[in-house]
């Protein structure tokens, strides 16, 4: 037993928490071109090696080259077109680590006076050593929670530590304003509650107000969206197989397992043992 390599190490895929707050290793052919597409989460990239075009509100028309990175919020939409053969980390991300309150609070005291446009950082000597270990342990399949946990706040230390506060407040702009807009409150409740009236009621508006700003931001009915996110969830997750259907169904707050079967069969026209089998 003493020869075993931890168990945890081929199967760090079944694990709930491994595809949350996570990082991961792309390479992309010269001329590729990724069309627009909205984030679910915050994004930095980091661009290893190569040369690629940029296109969102937040960083219209760039152009980013090796040792450059970037940051995405939650909920914007963003383009790509590869120049030359691109390699890069992605840190994906729900909420910034807090590593030192008084810098965070300050970062959230100074929305008001942040940049129109964000700073694309340029990577510093400790942050290049970093990825380069962070391409590594991705290329070793090293996706245990308890480690990329670490690497999380490795990460967050060394740009506090090797950036000045202006320096970071203009890079995590989009990140700041976004927390306290009408985008930020939907991504991050709407998988905690069941309709939209209850939304509404999480975010102190009446039902009409809520219904209409929500289709002036997401250009849709609030019901329409969450339906759409509620099915591509049960539809991933019963693809991962990395949970029962009981609780899957248990998760997504259907009464019974009778409810979501119905459920799948209108939506995907099959059973959830059926759609498993696939």
């Known amino acids: 037993m003493f020869d075993e390599r931890c168990s945890?190490?081929?199967?760090?895929?079944?694990?709930?928490?491994?595809?949350?707050?996570?990082?991961?290793?792309?390479?992309?052919?010269?001329?590729?071109?990724?069309?627009?597409?909205?984030?679910?989460?915050n994004i930095i990239y980091f661009i290893l090696k190569g040369e690629v075009w940029v296109n969102s509100d937040e960083h219209p028309d760039a152009i980013l080259r090796e040792g450059e990175f970037f940051i995405q919020p939650a909920g914007s939409s963003v383009e790509f077109r590869i120049h030359t053969p691109t390699e890069s980390i992605l840190y994906l991300f729900d909420h910034l680590q807090?590593?030192?309150?008084?810098?965070?609070q300050n970062g959230l005291n100074a929305v008001g006076e942040l940049p129109d446009h964000p700073s694309v950082m340029t990577a510093c000597a400790p942050v290049r050593h970093f990825l380069e270990g962070m391409k590594l342990a991705l290329s070793d399949d090293m996706l245990c929670a308890g480690y990329l946990q670490a690497k999380r706040t490795e990460l967050f230390y060394l740009l506090n530590c090797y950036y000045t506060l202006s320096e970071l407040l203009a890079f995590y702009s989009p990140v700041y304003s976004y927390i306290r807009s009408f985008r930020y409150f939907v991504m991050n409740n709407y998988r905690h509650v069941k309709d939209v009236e209850a939304f509404a009621r999480l975010g102190g508006y009446s039902v009409p107000t809520f219904r209409r700003t929500f289709r002036e931001t997401f250009g849709e009915p609030a019901y329409q969206w969450m339906l759409k996110q509620k099915r591509q969830g049960i539809y991933a997750d019963l693809m991962a197989g990395e949970m029962t259907i009981t609780e899957i169904c248990g998760k997504y707050g259907f009464e019974s397992l009778a409810n979501f079967s119905h459920f799948c069969r209108a939506n995907f026209g099959k059973s959830p043992r059926?759609?498993?089998?696939?």
Do not use: M, W
């Open 274 to 278: 059926a759609l498993r089998a696939e």
């Open 8 to 41: 945890k190490y081929t199967d760090c895929a079944s694990c709930e928490h491994f595809q949350k707050d996570t990082f991961k290793h792309r390479s992309f052919p010269r001329g590729l071109f990724i069309p627009k597409e909205r984030c679910s989460q």
């Open 98 to 104: 807090n590593v030192c309150g008084a810098r965070f």
